[in-house]
């Protein structure tokens, strides 16, 4: 259920956004999901097909965008990409880092009529 709410907020935006501009229809959705936030993209546009009926996204097509997992060493400062290895830096082994991407969920455009 966990993308049903953030998917619920995502079109609460587009939506918003909408209105504010006066648009007639949306055509697509594009939004930014970090890997890190263990979203099944499939899971969002399911419930987007359901959330958006009777609304001016009715027919938006949803692009969901993966950042991967980034994070930065604060030992070395050597920045790499999050994997199955986990929060451990490859280049100086150190497991004191700070995580710098993979944690976004937003709204990135949408293209509308
Ligand atoms: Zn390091």
Known sequence: M???SICRSMLGIVL???KQHQVGRV?????EVGALRGIV???LEHYFQFLRKGTVAEDATLVVDT???EAQCQQCRCRFVLDERGYVCPDCGGSDVEVVAGL???VKT????
Not at 27 to 31: G, Q, T, W
Not at 110 to 113: D, F, G, L, S, T
């Open 27 to 31: 055509l697509e959705v594009r939004i």
């Open 104 to 106: 976004e969920l937003r």
């Open 16 to 18: 918003a956004r909408a």
């Open 41 to 43: 993209p499939e899971h």
């Open 110 to 113: 949408m293209r509308v009529e």
């Open 67 to 69: 950042v991967p997992g």
């Open 2 to 4: 966990h993308e049903m």
